[in-house]
Nanobody, 123 residues
Framework: VQLQASGGGLVQAGGSLRLSCAASGSISRINAMGWYRQAPGKQRELVATIESDGSTNYADSVKNRFTISRDNAKNTVYLQMNSLKPEDTAAYYC??????????????????WGQGTLVTVSS
């Protein structure tokens, strides 16, 4: 199973970006999906999560500016980021709790991470 993230880039403060992260491989079911970020010299922090039923959770710092969504048919999670601030500058990582089909009809549940996609917000 792989998670492929895309959509990062350079944007001015107040601008918008949309991140995408697609899961691929022998997937039986995807439970929660989410986005985390890590700024230089700081620990990785939660940005937003979305459950399989669509319920969401956001860090206080991004509430009312970011929106997480998912397309279950495409095994993809999105992060729409509006009103971006310089302090949103970070590498953004997607994450998913996935049940994987393994040999001989078995299943294995694990957490997977995508590669980071860099978001830079200039002032």
């Amino acid at each position: 199973v792989q998670l492929q993230a895309s959509g990062g880039g350079l944007v001015q403060a107040g601008g918008s970006l949309r991140l995408s992260c697609a899961a691929s491989g022998s997937i039986s079911r995807i439970n929660a999906m989410g986005w985390y970020r890590q700024a230089p010299g700081k620990q990785r922090e939660l940005v937003a999560t979305i459950e399989s039923d669509g319920s969401t959770n956001y860090a206080d710092s991004v509430k009312n500016r970011f929106t997480i969504s998912r397309d279950n048919a495409k095994n993809t999670v999105y992060l729409q980021m509006n009103s971006l601030k310089p302090e949103d500058t970070a590498a953004y990582y997607c994450n998913a709790d996935i049940v994987v089909r393994i040999l001989i009809g078995g299943k294995l549940r694990s957490t997977f991470w995508g590669q980071g996609t860099l978001v830079t917000v200039s002032s």
